[in-house]
């Protein structure tokens, strides 16, 4: 699959932990181009997995993508989005701007994200709470257009994950 992407879009990367979203976003975007609300944890908190520090992380997060935005900058927003009420909030920012709001949902058999958290030593949570990512992601999946986002594309096996293409537009 061919992701083309308008130059001005804010990216929302949609999908349960493990899913792959980092992995893609390090893949087809430029390290500048990628705000991860793990990223923004370490920075307001000093650890990133300091749930705590979750408000503050994405005020700065939403800050700089404005400010990027604002630039005519495209920008990707790696994290979990699996509410729709943190959709939302994305889709308002990139209006405010002009910019075309585009959600990129990774939704690969729970099982996979399973495996993949046992195999990693950066995640301490519950399996639960990937079991709950992900059907919570999987409900959303076919509301992404009426809440906003212009385009959306949806990739399920891990294949079509590895296969996909990112293009930008004019
Ligand atoms: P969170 O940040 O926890 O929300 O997860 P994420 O969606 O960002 O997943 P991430 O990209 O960090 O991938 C999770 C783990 O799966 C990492 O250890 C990756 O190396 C691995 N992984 C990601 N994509 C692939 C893939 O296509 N194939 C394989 N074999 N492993 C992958
Ligand atoms: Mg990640």
Known sequence: ?????????????????????????????????????????????DDEADQSATADAFAALFHLAGVRLG?????????????????????????????VPVAIALAPPVEVCLQRH?????????????????????????HLRKEGFRRTWVLREPEQIDAATVERVP
Do not use: Y
Not at 7 to 13: F, H, I, K
Not at 121 to 127: G, S
């Open 1 to 45: 699959m061919n992701i083309e992407l308008p130059d001005l879009s804010l990216v929302c990367l949609v999908g349960a932990s493990g899913a792959g979203k980092s992995t893609f976003a390090q893949r087809h975007f430029r390290p500048t181009e990628v705000l991860s609300s793990d990223a923004f944890r370490g920075w307001v908190a």
């Open 71 to 99: 630039r005519g900058r495209l920008t990707v927003i790696d994290a979990t989005h699996a509410r729709r009420a943190d959709r939302e909030k994305a889709i308002v920012l990139a209006r405010e701007h002009h910019a």
């Open 118 to 142: 046992a195999d990693r030593q950066d995640r301490e949570f519950a399996a639960r709470v990937i079991r709950d990512q992900s059907r919570t992601v999987e409900r959303s999946l076919k």
